[in-house]
């Protein structure tokens, strides 16, 4: 099939495809437009592939998927020849699976590394998008691509004095390749979202000492982690059929399936019997596999909230500290609840500090470590685990400019604005992966990833065997897409939380809270691919074909 389709007499772009980021969905799309003989090529900021699996190397940096579920599915070949050695598998895994596959499909030939994106701007007269790096050239391509990692974009904390510290600082997400020492020293982590949670369970036992500020608890629940043999891994083979079949059916795209019984038609000794049974299986199970009211009804929420909470207080030595753990802004999972392996255990360590930040709030960065309202405090090593500009930041960061210059920054101000999280009006020939409002970014990523390139390369083929060279969502559609979106929010909990669910981060401005930025598509995985299938199956009604 021939793609190389003209743009206007005499202008030709280099590619007919350009993805952007070799992580896991960027090395799927190169894949599957290979396939089909595209001239495509992926441009990738980091020295080789995986995409978030790359960068973030800090300590207890793993799986909250279970590994067997995270890999492709695509390949029945790939599936039988890698054996995941644990369950939940850690991020040096994770990366040797990734190139794995980029060796197994040769994929890095068509790669370009080291390159880092500045602006990407669609050229309305010649039906092309010019993208330019920042080692000054210019790359034309007729359809770009989006593969960038839904927390790609780390965040500083907005904390005078933070370049003035002369010790060792590290964000997580650029934790050095070289291992980082860190016996006797004295070692502050600021910031107990996800991430540092796996920070603080992996190093509280390495430290000579360790200070914990967190600002706001999240709940969290046990990994319950184990190693996978080779028996193991021969029975999950055995079974894929039937595991991916259930993820698909899932609204998390997990293993776990929600009780589809009503939270008020099962007795109060019935529930917390289920409720000790999941508390103590491995994986999201306690999150996703349990009364649907817990994440639309507030008295069911707050029944199991409590539940979690005495969980907490049992773990936990001192009653002080136990409290402090406890959130009291939302309850259990109203945000994609932490994983985590003997997190509340390192509190019990003679070693272990915690600082409470909404008590005695951070004042500066010190040269030799943090001051607080209340004092200050030395440190040989500062580890900031304070997230992500989650899902648009890394939009925002490369200068889009759609139609008449537009700059997607600027539409996208006030919240994002799409058509099925996968395109959006005024960015003809754009085409976002796992963008924000698509199904990708609230559910098991690899699983809806699989989906949503295949939907993009279904709409390529539909457009090659046509003749089209300009696809764009129509702003109707874009605007009914968008509000059904927000919509879903509103039988949601979630919308009370201050999450990157809800576009909250206190660390980028205009994030800081009070607006609702509706960032994920809360229908489930199911529903969000029958949508995708039933737009394909039409004949793409939403978007406007040149």
Wanted: hydrophobic share 35%; net charge negative.
């Amino acid at each position: 099939m021939s793609t190389q389709l003209k743009a206007a007499p005499g202008v030709d772009p280099q590619y007919e495809v350009i993805i952007l980021g070799a992580g896991v969905s960027g090395m799927y799309q190169l894949h599957r437009l290979r396939q089909l003989g595209v001239k495509c090529t992926v441009v990738e900021r980091a020295p080789d592939v995986g995409g978030t699996w790359y960068f973030n190397r800090y300590p207890g940096c793993r799986f909250d998927s279970e590994s067997y579920t995270y890999g492709y599915s695509f390949s029945p070949e790939l599936l039988a020849e890698w054996n995941w050695s644990e369950r939940f598998a850690s991020q040096p895994e994770t990366l040797r699976y990734l190139n794995h596959v980029a060796d197994k499909f040769d994929l890095r030939r068509d790669i370009q590394f080291n390159c880092m994106v500045k602006a990407a701007h669609f050229d309305d007269e010649n039906r092309l998008w010019r993208m330019f790096l920042e080692d000054g050239r210019e790359l034309t391509c007729r359809f770009l691509v989006t593969g960038l990692g839904l927390l790609s974009a780390p965040t500083m904390p907005r904390i005078p004095g933070v370049e003035s510290f002369e010790g060792e600082a590290y964000h997580t997400f650029y934790w050095p390749q070289t291992p980082v020492d860190l016996k006797g020293k004295r070692v502050a982590v600021i910031g107990t979202g996800a991430t540092g949670v796996q920070v603080i369970s992996a190093i509280a036992d390495q430290c000579g000492s360790l200070t914990v500020f967190q600002r706001r608890p999240n709940w969290c629940a046990p990994l319950n982690n184990s190693k996978l043999s080779d028996a193991d891994m021969d029975e999950i083979r055995s079974r894929f059929d039937e595991i991916f079949a259930k993820c698909a059916r899932s609204p998390g795209g997990f293993e776990h399936e929600p009780d589809r019984r009503g939270f008020y038609e099962v007795s109060r000794e019935e529930r917390v019997a289920m409720w000790d049974k999941l508390y103590d299986e491995p994986g999201f199970g306690i999150w996703l596999a349990n009364f649907r009211e817990i994440f639309t009804d507030e008295a069911a929420n707050a029944e199991f909230s409590e539940y979690i909470a005495n969980r907490i207080r049992r773990r936990v030595k001192d009653p002080e500290v136990a409290e402090k753990l406890i959130p009291r802004d939302h309850g259990f999972g109203v945000q994609r609840v932490p994983l985590e392996t003997r997190y509340y255990e390192a509190y019990n360590l003679p070693t272990t500090t915690l600082v409470d930040v909404k008590e005695t709030p951070i004042e500066a960065i010190t040269p030799t470590g943090i001051r607080t309202s209340a004092r200050d405090y030395e440190f040989d090593v500062i580890v900031y685990a304070t997230g992500f500009d989650a899902i648009t930041g890394a939009y925002d960061r490369i200068d889009f400019r759609g139609v008449g210059g537009e700059k997607l920054k600027d539409k996208w101000r006030d919240g994002p604005v799409t058509y099925l999280g996968m395109q959006v009006s005024g960015f003809p020939n754009l085409l976002t992966v796992a963008g924000p409002q698509s199904g990708s970014s609230s559910t098991n990523f690899p699983r809806s990833i699989e989906a949503a390139v295949g939907w993009v390369t279904g709409l390529l083929e539909f457009m090659w065997k046509r003749g089209y060279t300009r696809v764009e969502a129509r702003p109707e559609s874009e605007e009914r897409w968008t509000r059904h979106v927000a919509q879903m929010y509103e039988v949601m909990l979630m919308r009370k939380a201050k999450s990157w669910f809800t576009g909250y981060n206190s660390n980028v401005e205009g994030h800081e809270g009070g607006k609702i930025r509706h960032m994920v598509y809360n229908g489930g995985a199911p529903k969000y691919v029958e949508t995708l299938v039933r737009e394909a199956e039409a004949s793409y009604p939403g978007m406007r074909f040149d």
